[in-house]
Structures are given as structure tokens and as C-alpha cells.
């Protein structure tokens, strides 16, 4: 025995008892206070220290697509008191920093704390949050014991272009950990349009003899796709179906700057949300018939708009990157052609578009065509709807092409020239209306173009008739198809009134909706007066479509003339051939290369005497989403999905809209849980529930309707796994999808600790005693972990992390651990024995190096329990008992240990540590004083408990008492050094 001298047993006398006594005591105290230190050779509380960070991807694909595609990142770090000895005290604010490029988190995780303090009653500072961007989590754990290890995942959706990666970094203290970044995706798409919109074919304003002809183009680019060229060249062919052939008129191409339905402006001074860039555009004419327009100079990823130049929405998911209008021209004087009537086709021959990362995509022929009507002649009719205010709609005159929605109001306009001098029988120009489909609602004579075409009112000086009879023939009285529908009798110049049938009167009734058609007398002065080219008179007359109408309906409007001598109402032969009122395309006045057939509809083809425009609906539209990106095995997953109609239409139809959702096998529709419920069909186990609703009455462009609902996470989900739900609304026959996805959560912690049976060790007169310790592993992952691994080594004297004892310390027993859990002993110097699993030396779990073995030795300075499974809320422990010989009072034991789990992987570190006290002899007659380190002082506050003791105490006892106690001082200082390692 080292470091001070103990009595013999056997030894009598008062005296010898009394100093016995009286110096246990005394070295209790001196050495409790050394006792102290070398039991904690970490001295003040240290900063906790993680030995790792660690990241990964789970199930990682080879790419995620932009704004729909998911990943989660799994984390794993520990806790730990990186001193010799480490403790498992509580450490407070363990924050994980995590910061991802071209992504965003969507919520923070469950495991990171937002609330003021945490469950251990600590601020929590600082509060998790994610950065306004949602770019980078500050996730606070709150309080963890040292000893843990703690995984944690997060969830990103990719946000960046195609050709962008996903990455992540983390931190924790001062460990940093990257993820390989993962490539995005985004299905490269570009598409030209020429199709609808408002081609017009207008006299030019120079008087010359040409027709003026604007197409308008747009090109849409995929948002988030890889960038497209910079240039493209599109062959055009541009025909006139009789002569003359169309030329470029001026540069051929400008800056779109008229309403347009389908169509942002692209010219100046117009809101950034309805305007499209304008590249370098050249049209160019290659032969008769073709054509060559190229764009240069295109930008893609900037702001787009997201309405169109009549303030409706644009399409979602093609973001417009030019726009602009071909400028073509016509003659139609001195061709030598004696048709009235001729039509101008675009034709656009689909391309293929290279993006910048190779991917391809060609263009869609189906929206490559249009055409604009040209009429020689004197008068003329048709829907002006790509003109009229406040609200234009997509078509051009003539060509079956104008779409509108039912209740929408349009405009339709006659025109025609007045007599050529005086003496000349008036002109006449009548305009009926489909009155099945439309009801009449205004009606003026234009003769000033002012700024606001069509709109400038001259029926005060010259009035407007208004018949609102039946549908009869003016002679006989019989019902006629208002194809058939002559506007009166004979006329008289000396009498406005002459030949109307009753109906007819300049006053308009307080019912406009009984008004079924309208007329305007045209005398020669008013030719004069006109401030129209060629001093034209308009008849323009504003309807409203019924609400009721359904889509596909065709809906006319018709005007007959009456000029150059005519006086006579009445259909013949040759007014109908000459005003488009034949009934057959057999008849079409304007031969097989006339006119546009209007195939389907109940006439047969359009022209300047009638027009016709068809009622369309609306597209469906579906978005959905889920509260969280992350939920684990059997939470609720709450879902939000928005529905609706939109449509570029102003003042639309409403219609039914169905929508349908379709859950991933294995989720569940939580019965009762949707706002709305739905019809639920198929099972969840087998390929998914689908979830069906029906919606009527929707009014397109209205705020979209919303249905939440919820649906329960197997509880067997696996870790990492993403669940994708599909929806779709469907409406008119058209439908659109949308998805959205989870991801199942992997995050929690697992602890280990380890503590000692009794802190104090009373030792018998031979300085012998036992004790135990007892290690415990529990978990808070949600998911289990197959084999956790434990080693502890044991005690030795001056071992560096505070041990310092006399004697021996050997196991008293095998160790006590759970049944199914593997033990294995070391006999190899402690010094050489990581306590870390993961250590070369130690080896695999299931296969350990040579220096493990399952035997129980005599001597073991290290153990190892091998144990699984380990679920959520596990705990689990293993016990060692120790015999201690031949120890002194003050001895101090310190055991440390570490853990892995196959789940949460980081070390995690604890130690245990006793030391021990008692008396080194009795004598017979005394009586024991308790310890003061027991918290036991006496009454009277002096080291001797007794009065019998404190009268026996005597100087040279005391000098005694001082002298011993100074050589244990110094005794156990020398201990205490050894116990550091010096």
C-alpha cells in the first residue's frame, strides 16, 4: 500500500484508537478536498465537443426536376464531453446550421425547436427558423445530455434552372459537412405561336390601294428549362390564295402593341406583367411564297409576363420571351383579278429548338397557322372582336376563328360607302342579330375614327332603326330563318318609313333585348361628312351572348345593303350570291378559293355579308400542395389542393369542374377529414386510394375554390421514402395535372450513459469493497436501429482520466446484460484499447479483433456488449460489478465507455466514477464518527465527533495528528499527479 501507513489490527490502547480515529478522520478531510479534484480531472464545466458531422442523401436521385422534385439529407453528429472523463451533463442551444443552394426548405423539421424554451426549461436561443429565402434552417435542439448522438433530416424541393445543381452544407460547432450536389432538370420546351390572336386586314391608312396585313407571334420558352438559342429561324410560307402575292411591308416585323387576346404587348410603355421582350426580328421574303423570320438575340430566365395584352391570364408553365407582329401588305387595285374576296394564310413549319445543355425539343405545329380575310369592294360586315372594348377576343373576319365565351359582349360592324352624288337612291345597311344566342344591347353610326374606333357616335343626326316584330318574312308573315330575314318591303327616298312591316321604329324599346335587327339609312351628304377612309359610313351594333349558351355553339350575325339603285328588300338570287346568304358551300360566290368553309356550324361557310364566331369554355386548372415536406410513419399528412376555370375570355361562362386525387399505396384518406368529401375509391394497400370531387357552377377566373384533406402515413413507411400525390381537374373535355410529394422524416437521437452504484465506497479494515456499474442506452429515433455496440474500459491507475488507487479493481463477475446480447472481455492493456467501436482495432460488431473474446478471464480491463434491436423508446442496460483489495481511503475509479448504433452511427462517449472512504481499523468501545463528506458534520463542528475523543486529545496527539496529516497531504497530491498521466 502506497502513499500512508495503516494500523495493524490486533494493536490496543485508548490512545493508539484514539490517534486511529482521529487521523482517518483527519485524512478524510484533507484527502476529500484532493479526493475531489482527482474524481474530476475535467475541472470547470467544458463546452461540449462533437467529434463528427456527417451527411447524405437519401435514395438520392439522378436528378430532381425544378419545383416539383424532392430529396431529403440525413445528418448525423454527436454530443459529447470531449475531456478525458466525459460526463453526460445537459448542454443547452445545440444548433445544426444547414444551407442549400438552388432549393429551399418548405417547413422547419418537427426536431427543431421554435418555442421560447425547450423541455428542459432553457431558452431556447436561438429559435429555429428558416431564412427568408428558405435557403438556410438554423435548427436549435434545444438541451441534450453529453452522450448522444443525433441524426436529423431535412427536406428540400429543387427550385433552380435546368442545368443548376442541388447542394447542401452543414454545420455543427465546428465540424462542416457537404453533400455531392445533385443535377436539375427541367423537360426543355419551346413553342412558337401564330394562331389567333387578332390578324387584321385593314385599308391602308396612306389611301394607297394595298391591304395592310398584321399577324401576330409570340415565342414561350418552359420555365426553369435549360436556356434555348439565341437565335431562331422559322420558314414561313405566306400566300395569297389568289393574286397577288404578298409582300413584306416596311421591316417586316415590330413590336406588338395591340390588345390581342393570347398575346402580351411587346412595344413600350405598356405594365411589365402584360409585356413580353421584343428581340431583333427580320422578316424576310425568299421566293412567291416563302419566307424567312428570325429572331436574335433571345433572353431566357427573365421576368415574364403573366398576362396577356387583354389582361387575361397567360397559360401557367411556358413563359413568353418575345412577341411581337408580322407586317405584311396586299394590292388589291389593278391585279386583274375580278374576285371580291380573298384570304392571306400564315403558315409557320415547325423547328426544332437546341438548349443550351443539349436537350432538344421541336415546336408544335398545331398552333402555326392563321389567316385574315381581304375584301374588295365597296361595303362590308363581320365580328370585330379583336377590336372592340373593352374586352377583345381571339379570331379574324370570315375565317370560322373568333372565340368567345358565353356572356361575353361582342361587336359587330357593317360598312359600306353613300351615294355618289346627289339624286342616287339612299343607301341602306341592316344588321340582324341571332337572337336564339345573342340579345341586342347598342347600336351606332360611326363616321369619326377618333381614338377609340367603332365607338364614336354619330346616331343623333342620323337615326338608327330598331325592329323588334317576329322573325317573319316582311311580305308574307311567315316565320324565316334569319339567314332569310329581309329588313322590309320597297323603299322611297322621300320616305325613310316606306316599306317597314310593323316592328320597326327609331325609338329603342325599354326591352333591348326584344331588338332583332337594326338599320341606318345612308344619304349622299353623309359621305361627305364621314372622316372614314373613302368616306365610309359604319353600322356598329354591341350584343351580349346569352349566359346559357354551351360551348361549340356558333353563333352569326348578319348585314344586307341596299346601294347602287337598289330599293327592294327582298331576297333574290343574286343578292343572296352577292351578300353571302347562299345556304350551300356548293354556291360559295366567291368560288372553291374563296372563303373559309364554316364546316360544322348550320351555315356553311362565312363572308362579308355574315360572320360567325363559335362559344368556347374554359381550361381547368389544379394546383396542390402539402403542409409539410416531411412527415414520419403514422402521422397525418395534411393536404391543401386548389381548383378552378380560367380562361383569356373576359366575362366567361361558369361550368363543372371534376377533380381527381390520387394517393401513393400505402397512404390513407383519413375519413371525414376533407372540407368537401369526397367519392373514395381504391385500396390503400394495394395501387392507392382515388379521391373524387364535383364542383358546378364555376366562374372561370374567379379566386380557385380550395379543398383540404388528410391521409395517414403507414406506419411501416420506410425512412427517406417519398410519397407523390397526382391530381387533375377536368372541365369541357380538357383536363390539367399537378403533383406534390413528401418525404418520410429520419431524425431522432439515441443516449448513452453510465453511472456507478454507489459514489462512495466504504472500504472493511483490509481497505476491501465492492460496487458496480451500470450502463444505459436509450432511444428517441423514430426508427429502430438493427445493433448498437458498447465498450467500456476499465479503471487504471493513472490512466489519464483521474483513477488513482492502491490495490486492485477486477470485475467481481461476468457482466449482467440483456438476454440475446453478445459479451466480450479484453485482458489487453487498457492504454491500448479504444473505447470507440468504430476503432481498426476493434473490428466489426459481429466479427471483433482477436483481443475480443466471449470467455470470461480473471483479469479484464475492457468489455464490449453487442446488443439489438433498438427501437423508439428503448432502454436498455448492462451492469459490471467490481471487487476492489487492498484500497486506501480516497481512491478514486473512473471508467469510460462510448456507443454506436447502426442508425444514428456517431459516437457517443460517458464515464462513471467513485472513490473511496471508511476507517482503517476499530478498536472495541468507539464509536464510528460519521464522514463530513457524507454530509454527517458533528454538533460541535470539530473533526472528532465524540466528547470522550476530544478530552483524550492531547498536544502531543495533536502535533501528531498535524504531522500525519500533512504527509497524506502530500501523499495524495503525488497520487493525484499519477492519475493525470504526469
Request: aromatic letters at 8%.
Amino acid at each position: 500500500m502506497r502513499g500512508h501507513t495503516r494500523p495493524s489490527r490486533g494493536r490496543s490502547g485508548e490512545g493508539s484508537s484514539t490517534l486511529g480515529r482521529t487521523i482517518v478522520v483527519g485524512t478524510a478531510v484533507i484527502a476529500t478536498a484532493l479526493a475531489g479534484i482527482a474524481a474530476d480531472p475535467r475541472g470547470a464545466a467544458a463546452a461540449p465537443t462533437s467529434y463528427e458531422l456527417r451527411g447524405d442523401w437519401i435514395e438520392p436521385p439522378d436528378e430532381l426536376l425544378s419545383g416539383v422534385g424532392v430529396v431529403a439529407a440525413v445528418w448525423r453528429f454527436d454530443i459529447n464531453d470531449g475531456r478525458p472523463a466525459p460526463s453526460n451533463d445537459p448542454v443547452a442551444n445545440n444548433v445544426l446550421t444547414v444551407t442549400v443552394q438552388n432549393a429551399r426548405f418548405t417547413k422547419v423539421p418537427s426536431l427543431c425547436l421554435e418555442t421560447e424554451t425547450d423541455s428542459a426549461g432553457n431558452d431556447v436561443v436561438p429559435r429555429s427558423a428558416l431564412s427568408a429565402e428558405g435557403t438556410t434552417l438554423t435548427c436549435n435542439l434545444g438541451t441534450r445530455n453529453q452522450g448522444t448522438a443525433q441524426l436529423a433530416l431535412t427536406g428540400v424541393v429543387a427550385t433552380g434552372p435546368a442545368g443548376a445543381q442541388v447542394s447542401a452544407i452543414a454545420e455543427f460547432g465546428s465540424h462542416r459537412a457537404q453533400l455531392p450536389p445533385i443535377p436539375i432538370t427541367a423537360p426543355f420546351s419551346m413553342d412558337a405561336t401564330f394562331s389567333d390572336g387578332a390578324p387584321a386586314a385593314l385599308i391602308s391608312p396612306s389611301l394607297n390601294r394595298n391591304q395592310d396585313l398584321s399577324f401576330p407571334f409570340a415565342l414561350r420558352h418552359a420555365a426553369g428549362a435549360a436556356a434555348g438559342p439565341d437565335t431562331v429561324t422559322y420558314p414561313l410560307t405566306i400566300a395569297n390564295n389568289l393574286p397577288p402575292e404578298v409582300e413584306v411591308r416596311g421591316g417586316g416585323c415590330v413590336p406588338q402593341d395591340r390588345r390581342q387576346p393570347g398575346y402580351p404587348f411587346s412595344g413600350d410603355h405598356h405594365p411589365p406583367a402584360q409585356t413580353a421582350p421584343f428581340p431583333e426580328c427580320r422578316l424576310t421574303k425568299v421566293s412567291a411564297r416563302q419566307f424567312e423570320l428570325t429572331l436574335t438575340g433571345l433572353q431566357y430566365g427573365a421576368a415574364a409576363p403573366t398576362t396577356d395584352s387583354n389582361g387575361q391570364p397567360l397559360p401557367s408553365g411556358m413563359a413568353v420571351v418575345a412577341a411581337g407582329e408580322l407586317q405584311l401588305a396586299v394590292d388589291t387595285i389593278g391585279t386583274g383579278t375580278t374576285a371580291m374576296s380573298s384570304h392571306v394564310t400564315v403558315s409557320a413549319e415547325p423547328i426544332t429548338y437546341t438548349a443550351a445543355d443539349g436537350q432538344t425539343a421541336t415546336d408544335d405545329g398545331a398552333n402555326n397557322d392563321n389567316t385574315v380575310a381581304i375584301v374588295r369592294g365597296a361595303w362590308t360586315h363581320q365580328w370585330a372582336l379583336n377590336v372592340q372594348q373593352p374586352d377583345t377576343y381571339p379570331g379574324s373576319p370570315w375565317q370560322s376563328t373568333w372565340r368567345v365565351p358565353a356572356g361575353a359582349t361582342v361587336l359587330s360592324v357593317a360598312a359600306d360607302g353613300t351615294p355618289p352624288r346627289p339624286g342616287v337612291s339612299p343607301y341602306w345597311m341592316c344588321s340582324v342579330i341571332d337572337t336564339e344566342y345573342a340579345t341586342f344591347e347598342a347600336a351606332r353610326v360611326v363616321m369619326t375614327p377618333g381614338d377609340a374606333l367603332y365607338y364614336e357616335d354619330s346616331s343623333d343626326r342620323y337615326p338608327i332603326w330598331y325592329y323588334t316584330g317576329g322573325m317573319v318574312d316582311a311580305v308574307t308573315g311567315e316565320d324565316v330563318d334569319p339567314n332569310g330575314f329581309a329588313c322590309g318591303t320597297v323603299t322611297s327616298a322621300a320616305d325613310p318609313a316606306a316599306g317597314n312591316p310593323a316592328g320597326w321604329s327609331t325609338t329603342p324599346p325599354a326591352d333591348l333585348s326584344t331588338v332583332k335587327a337594326v338599320k341606318v339609312q345612308l344619304s349622299y351628304g353623309m359621305g361627305g361628312e364621314s372622316e372614314m377612309p373613302y368616306g365610309l359610313v359604319y353600322l356598329a351594333v354591341e350584343q351580349r351572348i346569352r349566359p346559357d349558351v354551351e360551348a361549340g355553339q356558333d353563333i352569326w350575325t348578319w348585314t344586307s345593303f341596299l346601294d347602287q339603285g337598289k330599293t327592294d328588300w327582298a331576297w333574290t338570287t343574286s343578292r343572296r350570291s352577292a351578300q353571302s346568304r347562299l345556304d350551300s358551300i356548293d354556291h360559295n360566290p366567291y368560288g372553291p378559293n374563296g372563303l373559309i368553309a364554316a364546316k360544322g356550324y348550320r351555315y356553311d361557310y362565312a363572308g362579308p355579308g355574315r360572320d360567325v364566331l363559335e362559344v368556347v369554355g374554359s381550361q381547368p386548372l389544379i394546383a396542390v400542395d402539402v403542409a409539410q415536406r416531411e412527415y414520419g410513419p403514422g402521422e397525418v399528412a395534411d393536404y391543401r389542393l386548389s381548383y378552378g376555370l380560367e380562361t383569356v375570355m373576359p366575362h366567361p361562362a361558369r361550368d363543372s369542374v371534376t377533380v381527381t386525387a390520387e394517393l401513393p399505396s400505402g397512404l390513407r384518406y383519413v375519413e371525414g377529414s376533407a372540407t368537401v368529401e369526397p367519392v373514395v375509391g381504391g385500396d390503400p394497400a394495394a395501387d392507392g386510394q382515388t379521391l373524387t370531387w364535383t364542383f358546378d357552377d364555376v366562374l372561370p377566373n374567379d379566386p380557385p375554390g380550395v379543398v383540404e384533406f388528410r391521409a395517414t402515413v403507414p406506419e411501416d413507411a420506410a425512412a427517406g421514402r417519398a410519397f407523390g400525390t397526382d391530381v387533375s381537374a377536368a372541365s369541357q373535355g380538357l383536363s390539367r395535372d399537378a403533383s406534390t410529394e413528401f418525404v418520410v422524416p429520419d431524425g431522432g437521437h439515441d443516449e448513452l450513459t453510465m453511472a456507478a452504484s454507489a459514489a462512495v465506497v466504504e472500504l472493511d479494515r483490509d481497505g476491501d469493497g465492492t460496487n458496480a456499474w451500470t450502463v444505459t442506452m436509450s432511444s428517441r429515433d423514430p426508427y429502430v436501429s438493427e445493433s448498437t455496440d458498447t465498450i467500456v474500459v476499465l479503471p487504471r491507475d493513472g490512466d489519464g482520466r483521474g483513477s488513482g488507487f492502491s490495490g486492485t479493481a477486477t470485475l467481481s463477475s461476468p457482466v449482467e446484460a440483456p438476454t440475446g446480447a453478445t459479451v466480450f472481455y479484453t485482458t489487453a492493456d487498457p492504454s491500448a484499447v479504444s473505447v470507440d467501436p468504430d476503432d481498426a482495432g476493434n473490428g466489426e460488431p459481429g466479427a471483433p479483433t482477436s483481443m475480443w473474446s466471449t470467455v470470461y478471464p480473471d483479469a479484464a480491463t475492457a468489455v464490449r456488449v453487442v446488443y439489438g434491436p433498438l427501437a423508439y423508446g428503448d432502454i436498455w442496460s448492462f451492469s459490471m460489478g467490481v471487487d476492489i483489495h487492498g484500497a486506501a481511503p480516497g481512491d478514486t475509479y473512473v471508467a469510460a465507455g462510448a456507443a454506436r448504433t447502426t442508425r444514428t452511427q456517431a459516437i457517443m462517449q460517458t464515464s462513471a466514477t467513485f472513490r473511496t472512504e471508511g476507517l482503517v481499523s476499530e478498536q472495541p468501545g468507539t464509536t464510528d464518527a460519521a464522514s463530513p463528506v457524507d454530509g454527517k458534520d458533528s454538533d460541535s463542528g470539530d473533526l472528532a465527533s465524540t466528547g470522550a475523543a476530544e478530552n483524550r486529545i492531547g498536544v502531543g496527539v495533536a502535533a501528531l495528528f498535524t504531522l500525519c496529516g500533512l504527509a497524506l497531504v502530500l501523499r495524495a497530491a503525488r497520487r493525484w499527479r499519477r492519475a493525470q498521466g504526469a
